[in-house]
């Protein structure tokens, strides 16, 4: 220690025999939102000018595997491997005084992090060990989620902001704007709730959720449900405690909170398990729910790795993300919705559905139109609907877009047949989805940039000649008579009929 204290002197008067960065480092960044501290740690050795070692921030966990520079300023590089990808990140540090400078960019183009690196104790930090993984086994069905879950889910708007009074409010609209009417009923907190565990090692929430039990109740009180976040590594992706070696207990602190829908999303286990293991980790979860007694309907948020719909049935899974998050702009979601999902429609089926990920409806970043396409797109694909904007304040056209009966009514179609392409031609794409009754959702999308005349050609579809419904975004009935039909559909836009037997 006196040894270390002193060296920034001795290399000042000895013309350099450089700093030692041997040591276990800690950036510590508080919270006062949500009173729950951040950690950063770089346990690193230094030989000479090579630096090797460890860097734990958030979810990730990297190796050093290059460094440069010296004698006082070096460049480091960690790297870890997210299921195929090598994942990488870049710190320049020095040592100043007994404090360990580090500055780092999210990408070549953002600006510097500045970051300051106290000494702690060795150990400190340490990544937990990999715990053997159960045999695998089926998970018995929970019978929840018979149509595709309906809700809200406070990420999409409100990220790392959502709070015990924003998400009362969220209920408050919910319950009384007509969405609970129309079926929604889920209002699931997402990521940044979680607290310290306590001495026992139970899960508790920060400082913004000063009574869940209390936060449950409410929510109850209005008729609908509340959801929740975890994952299955150590922490979750925005950094907070994750279920780690506590799937059972943290299951049943939920039960007694009142929980009625646990999102599982994977993060933190990248750095412990493979792609290969992630259905026994999901099965720990959909055991643990199980053994609570409660119905807890099970998302499972691991971004369509390892063929999830193969087997997040056998988890206990009612829905599982087929694709990276979405994000409000129409690149993203018709990425998501018109392309990720292809091939997926064999694996839907009531209890148990593809995830193209949450509603972007009214964030702003899209056109009405482009809105309406992604309403009509998650209806097809039976996707769940959580709205994912601020719903106590949003416009009439977005509510109403939310809250279509005739739209959610094919979303929610008893059979749960997922519909799918039936038919393209460059930006023009006509849907499919067949009904519990016997008739069809049709769906004419326009990807293209300019208004354009889409010609439905029945026989094409499969479909007979004569036919009739009505235009579920105009509510008229419609009658076709002749072989074909040329659609007017506005640029990113939709018309969607539903056609009797
Ligand atoms: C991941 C998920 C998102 C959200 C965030 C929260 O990115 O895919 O939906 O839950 O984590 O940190």
Known sequence: ??????????????????ADLTGNWVVAQPNNTDGVTRKQYFDLKQEGDRITGHIRVTQFYYTVKESSGGPDKFTITGSMMDGNSDRRVTYEISLVGDELHLSTRRNAKSAPTELVAHRAPAGEGAYPARL???AIHK???????????????????FAGRVDDAGVRAMADAMASNGMKAAGY???NIDDTWEGERDSKGNITSNKKFPNMKALSDYVHSKGLKLGIYSSPGPNTCAGYEGSYGHEQQDAKTWAAWGI????YDWCGARNLYTDDEM?????????????????IVYSLCQYGRAKVWEWGPDVGGNLWRTTGDIRDTWDSMSNLGFVRQEGLAQWARPGHWNDPDMLEIGNGGMSDDEYRTHMSLWSMLAA???????????SPTILSILTNRDVIAIDQDAAGKEGSRAWHSGDQEVWLRSLADGGQAVAVFNRGAAAAKVPVKWADLGI???????????????????PAEDVEVPSHGVVLWRLSK
Do not use: E, H
Not at 8 to 14: G, L, M, R, T, Y
Not at 279 to 295: C, E, F, H, I, V
């Open 1 to 18: 220690m006196i040894l270390r204290l002193c060296l920034p002197i001795v290399c000042a008067a000895a013309a350099c025999s450089a």
């Open 139 to 157: 998970v018995p069905d929970n019978g929840l989620a018979k149509t595709p879950p309906m809700g809200w889910n406070s990420w999409n708007k």
């Open 384 to 394: 769940p609907l959580l709205a994912g904007n601020d719903l106590g304040n949003m």
């Open 185 to 187: 009923v889920y209002i």
């Open 464 to 482: 007979k000649a004569p036919a009739s419904g009505r235009d579920l975004w105009t509510g008229k009935t419609v009658t076709f008579t002749g």
């Open 260 to 263: 009625d829908y646990l999102k």
């Open 279 to 295: 259905q026994a980790l999901y099965q720990k979860m959909g055991d643990a729910l199980r053994a609570t007694g409660r119905p």
């Open 132 to 134: 053997p993984l159960p």
